[in-house]
């Protein structure tokens, strides 16, 4: 007996000296590895599902493969298909493509404490571009207060052509998205974490994913609270209006020509190559999506991850009412300064072009009265130029985030909502540039979700190069979340923060997370009221592929 207890204080010795955790998963063991700088075990590259690939890879994920072995949980650069884009092209050095990409990372505290609460956090990337490596959370949880888990998920055309078929009934990459929230449910506690006290979280189409996992039944009991950083469930480009004729126009953009024929088009998506499938990253379309995101399912029998629109299902109410933190930058639109100097040009000569996808109108002459209306608004009556180039800020930030959002929240309030804090971040310092042909500094898209992250930036991982401004935000912002994480309150009962209540009626009060936090009263309200007098009238309510695409074609 006691040779073999000191064999087993022999291995726990060589593992500590190694600095290496094992935990025995459902699916087998997996080894990681202690932190070069500490505090923490990362368990990166553990399979939390399998993606179909070849002809089957736009169906829903499959379980994880088993292994027998332990499983060395090491950063592999496993990512999901997507495009190729010089501004981003930090995401994918060193990252090997895969149809089977569906892999988490586990960030775990070195405490021994258990029952820990969980943060789960969905990228963004416009569901095009991204992986669960891009934003590293270490720092955050270096207080020993959480366990983060970041994951990726089908990708663009692989994640979301939605053709209402058996072999492409659309929203992988969102099944993907419940699948590894069931994981987590599974095996979180292995970790020590508390499977029934997990927090989904998420930054631009992260947000949307995050809001919209809220609504769908898929989802229910996963988690209990919800952090959409600068997106929501409402935003144009949270939902394809008609995904099937995406489906059509994609193809015909790779030169496919029998784009009517729902079999012909199904095989054809089928058989396409990777190269094909992501050859564009649809980040130039002036109305306010990404073309392939997350749709409207047709019911085929199988589970679906939403069968209703998310303005029905809020207007409704039929959802859990999770608490939420939800909020966004004061200069969203910032995302939208590279296309300037050519777009300015543009929304002189057919502003139709820019109002968003998810409104309609009877006829072109209607099109271009609402069109009029809404660039009277926001520049007057002079032409869209350098002189006012913050309107155009406002506009892109308004119709792409904040009006959403906002008209999200207010949605919640009458379903009688009480847990609901809204918060705008507008912390700027001396390193954030200014906005072009101005004096005037903003803070740009999912800016607080940088505060939070390690590092300067998305890419620059050293954070003393930081100014000890934003090094003092960025500890204001963590502790703000994982007070939300760990109490759902940002503010809880002895915080040395303001009180900061729920938001009521009037959208009113949000926190102003600036150089000081400040509660203020209504946000946006003229801005506000403007839009939803116009999505009160023109909304175009997201549709389903149509009933005739129901079929299923062999190859």
Same mark, same amino acid.
């Given at each position: 007996?006691?040779?073999?207890?000191?064999?087993?204080?022999?291995?726990?010795?060589?593992?500590?000296?190694?600095?290496?955790?094992?935990?025995r998963?459902?699916?087998?063991?997996?080894?990681?590895?202690?932190?070069? !700088?500490?505090?923490?075990?990362?368990f990166?590259?553990?399979?939390?599902?399998?993606?179909? %690939?070849?002809?089957?890879?736009?169906?829903?994920?499959?379980?994880?493969p088993t292994?027998?072995? +332990?499983?060395?949980?090491?950063?592999?650069?496993?990512?999901?298909?997507?495009?190729?884009?010089?501004?981003?092209s930090?995401?994918?050095?060193n990252? %090997?493509?895969?149809?089977?990409?569906?892999?988490?990372?586990i960030?775990?505290?070195?405490? !021994?404490?258990?029952?820990?609460?969980v943060?789960?956090?969905? $990228?963004?990337?416009?569901?095009?571009?991204?992986?669960?490596?891009?934003?590293?959370?270490?720092?955050?949880?270096?207080?020993k207060?959480?366990?983060? =888990?970041?994951?990726?998920?089908?990708?663009?055309? $692989?994640?979301f052509?939605?053709? #209402? %078929?058996?072999? +492409?009934?659309?929203?992988?990459?969102?099944?993907?998205? =419940?699948?590894?929230?069931?994981?987590?449910?599974?095996?979180?506690?292995?970790?020590g974490?508390?499977?029934?006290?997990?927090?989904?979280?998420?930054?631009?189409?992260?947000?949307?994913?995050?809001?919209?996992?809220?609504?769908?039944?898929?989802?229910?009991?996963l988690?209990?609270?919800?952090?959409?950083?600068?997106?929501? &469930?409402?935003?144009?480009?949270?939902?394809?209006?008609?995904?099937?004729?995406n489906?059509?126009?994609?193809?015909?953009?790779?030169?496919?020509?029998?784009?009517?024929? +729902?079999?012909?088009?199904?095989?054809?998506?089928?058989?396409?190559?990777?190269?094909?499938?992501?050859?564009?990253?649809?980040?130039?379309?002036?109305?306010s999506?990404? =073309?392939?995101?997350?749709?409207?399912?047709?019911? +085929?029998?199988?589970?679906?991850?939403?069968?209703?629109?998310?303005?029905?299902?809020?207007?409704?109410?039929?959802?859990?009412?999770?608490?939420?933190?939800?909020?966004?930058?004061?200069?969203? #639109?910032?995302?939208?300064?590279?296309?300037?100097?050519t777009?300015k040009?543009?929304?002189?000569?057919?502003? %139709?072009?820019?109002?968003?996808?998810?409104?309609?109108?009877?006829?072109?002459? !209607?099109?271009?009265?609402?069109?009029?209306i809404?660039?009277?608004?926001?520049?007057?009556?002079?032409?869209?130029?350098?002189?006012?180039?913050?309107?155009?800020?406002?506009?892109? &930030?308004?119709?792409?985030?904040?009006?959403?959002?906002?008209?999200?929240?207010?949605?919640?309030?009458?379903?009688? $909502?009480?847990?609901?804090?809204?918060?705008?971040?507008?912390f700027?310092?001396?390193?954030?540039?200014?906005?072009? $042909?101005?004096? =005037?500094?903003?803070?740009?898209?999912c800016? !607080?979700?940088?505060?939070?992250?390690d590092?300067?930036n998305?890419?620059?991982?050293?954070?003393n190069?930081?100014?000890?401004?934003?090094?003092?935000?960025? &500890?204001?912002?963590?502790?703000?979340?994982?007070?939300?994480?760990?109490?759902?309150?940002?503010?809880?009962?002895?915080?040395e923060?303001?009180?900061?209540?729920?938001?009521?009626?009037?959208?009113?009060?949000?926190?102003?997370?600036?150089?000081?936090?400040?509660?203020?009263?209504?946000?946006?309200?003229?801005?506000?009221?403007?839009?939803?007098?116009?999505?009160?009238?023109?909304?175009?309510?997201?549709?389903?592929?149509?009933?005739?695409?129901?079929?299923?074609?062999?190859?």
């Amino acid at each position: 007996m006691w040779k073999w207890t000191f064999v087993c204080v022999c291995v726990a010795a060589v593992l500590a000296d190694e600095g290496s955790r094992v935990v025995r998963l459902a699916q087998g063991p997996v080894r990681g590895y202690r932190d070069p !700088q500490g505090d923490l075990f990362a368990f990166y590259g553990v399979p939390y599902a399998s993606a179909p %690939t070849g002809p089957n890879k736009f169906k829903p994920p499959m379980p994880p493969p088993t292994n027998q072995e +332990i499983l060395e949980a090491v950063d592999r650069g496993i990512i999901c298909p997507q495009a190729s884009m010089d501004s981003f092209s930090a995401i994918i050095v060193n990252k %090997t493509m895969k149809e089977d990409c569906l892999i988490a990372s586990i960030l775990v505290p070195d405490t !021994q404490d258990n029952n820990l609460p969980v943060l789960v956090h969905i $990228h963004g990337g416009a569901f095009q571009i991204g992986n669960g490596y891009w934003f590293q959370y270490k720092n955050l949880i270096r207080t020993k207060n959480m366990i983060v =888990v970041t994951f990726n998920y089908r990708l663009g055309v $692989h994640g979301f052509l939605c053709l #209402g %078929t058996k072999d +492409i009934p659309g929203n992988a990459g969102m099944k993907d998205q =419940v699948a590894l929230l069931r994981w987590v449910k599974d095996n979180i506690h292995a970790f020590g974490g508390n499977p029934n006290d997990v927090t989904l979280s998420g930054g631009s189409a992260g947000a949307a994913s995050a809001d919209l996992v809220m609504l769908s039944k898929a989802s229910k009991s996963l988690f209990n609270k919800v952090i959409p950083e600068s997106g929501s &469930s409402l935003a144009a480009f949270a939902m394809q209006p008609d995904p099937l004729e995406n489906a059509k126009n994609f193809a015909k953009q790779l030169n496919f020509r029998n784009a009517n024929d +729902i079999s012909a088009l199904e095989k054809f998506y089928k058989s396409a190559t990777l190269e094909q499938l992501t050859s564009d990253a649809f980040f130039d379309k002036k109305n306010s999506t990404f =073309v392939f995101s997350p749709c409207v399912e047709r019911n +085929i029998g199988d589970e679906v991850f939403l069968d209703e629109d998310p303005l029905t299902i809020l207007q409704n109410g039929n959802y859990e009412k999770l608490p939420l933190l939800i909020g966004f930058a004061n200069m969203e #639109g910032l995302l939208r300064i590279d296309f300037f100097e050519t777009w300015k040009n543009a929304m002189n000569e057919k502003f %139709t072009d820019f109002l968003p996808a998810d409104l309609t109108f009877k006829n072109e002459e !209607q099109k271009q009265d609402i069109a009029n209306i809404v660039k009277q608004f926001y520049f007057g009556d002079k032409p869209v130029n350098n002189d006012n180039i913050l309107s155009y800020v406002d506009f892109f &930030s308004d119709v792409i985030f904040n009006i959403p959002a906002l008209r999200s929240v207010d949605l919640h309030l009458k379903n009688g $909502h009480d847990k609901v804090y809204l918060y705008e971040y507008s912390f700027t310092d001396d390193e954030v540039p200014l906005v072009p $042909h101005t004096e =005037v500094r903003g803070a740009n898209h999912c800016a !607080q979700t940088l505060a939070l992250l390690d590092g300067k930036n998305v890419y620059e991982k050293d954070e003393n190069k930081s100014s000890e401004e934003f090094k003092k935000m960025k &500890s204001v912002v963590r502790k703000l979340w994982t007070n939300f994480v760990t109490t759902g309150f940002p503010v809880p009962e002895g915080s040395e923060f303001p009180s900061w209540p729920a938001v009521r009626a009037n959208l009113t009060p949000y926190m102003s997370l600036g150089r000081t936090l400040e509660l203020k009263g209504a946000l946006l309200e003229r801005r506000v009221r403007f839009w939803n007098d116009i999505y009160d009238k023109y909304y175009h309510t997201p549709l389903p592929p149509p009933a005739y695409a129901r079929l299923n074609t062999e190859l």
